[in-house]
Nanobody, 116 residues
Framework: QVQLVASGGGLVQPGGSLRLSCAASGSISRIATMGWYRRAPGNERNMVAFITNSGSENYAGSVKGRFTISRDSENTVSLPMNNLKPEDTAVYYC???????????WGQGTTVTVSS
């Protein structure tokens, strides 16, 4: 089991930037991927980005080129977000997938609001 704490959300104007961070604890050695999902008002939770242990990065088309996912250490992942748009407004959730049990664990969520 992995415990995750997400931070870094806030209120920014369109075109602004934020950096989300996620810190993991627990079965760190079992983590295969870490990533970010988001839930916008009125929508389902959707994948934003994830990164594998081999360093392969994957992005939703709506954020590619604006967001970057990075493994800053064995147990931390960050998501610098640039050129934020109102449609990026959502609660962002960090997750981790572990192997070989194929568990998915979730953080508590951090809110990003992009508005003038």
């Amino acid at each position: 089991q992995v415990q995750l704490v997400a931070s870094g959300g806030g209120l920014v104007q369109p075109g602004g930037s934020l950096r989300l961070s996620c810190a993991a604890s627990g079965s760190i050695s079992r983590i295969a991927t870490m990533g970010w999902y988001r839930r916008a008002p009125g929508n389902e939770r959707n994948m934003v980005a994830f990164i594998t242990n081999s360093g392969s990065e994957n992005y939703a088309g709506s954020v590619k080129g604006r967001f970057t996912i990075s493994r800053d250490s064995e147990n931390t992942v960050s998501l610098p977000m640039n050129n934020l748009k109102p449609e990026d407004t959502a609660v962002y959730y960090c997750n981790a997938n572990t192997s070989p049990d194929s568990r998915t664990d979730w953080g508590q969520g951090t809110t990003v609001t992009v508005s003038s």
